[in-house]
Nanobody
Framework: VQLQASGGGLVQAGGSLRLSCAASGRTFSTYGMGWFRQAPGKEREFVAAISASGGSTYYADSVKGRFTISRDNAKNTVYLQMNSLKPEDTAVYYC??????????????????WGQGTQVTVSS
């Protein structure tokens, strides 16, 4: 599975962005997917994850209620809708695929494939 993230950009605090992650290959629907982010000088942190079917999701406490992860298996794409953005959401956002039908979890080592990252900058 090869992953290509897009949709990042510059937005004011309180604004919204939708990230997309397009996957190649016919096995996308068998992978749980996740979004992580990494701010300068900080470790990569978990943001959200979704099961292979899309029926289960899990969020970091810092984004719960503001971000929504979803997927369209017919389009081989996973999305991250980000609302009420804050300056502390500024980071490079990465999508990742884990070889599990369940939600892969919060640990990066659970994910076998990674996209290249897309920059999200939230100004105050």
């Amino acid at each position: 599975v090869q992953l290509q993230a897009s949709g990042g950009g510059l937005v004011q605090a309180g604004g919204s962005l939708r990230l997309s992650c397009a996957a190649s290959g016919r096995t996308f629907s068998t992978y749980g997917m996740g979004w992580f982010r990494q701010a300068p000088g900080k470790e990569r942190e978990f943001v959200a994850a979704i099961s292979a079917s899309g029926g289960s999701t899990y969020y970091a406490d810092s984004v719960k209620g503001r971000f929504t992860i979803s997927r369209d298996n017919a389009k081989n794409t996973v999305y991250l809708q980000m609302n009420s953005l804050k300056p502390e959401d500024t980071a490079v956002y990465y999508c990742a695929a884990g070889p599990y039908r369940v939600v892969p979890g919060t640990i990066p080592e659970r994910y076998s494939h990674w996209g290249q990252g897309t920059q999200v900058t939230v100004s105050s």
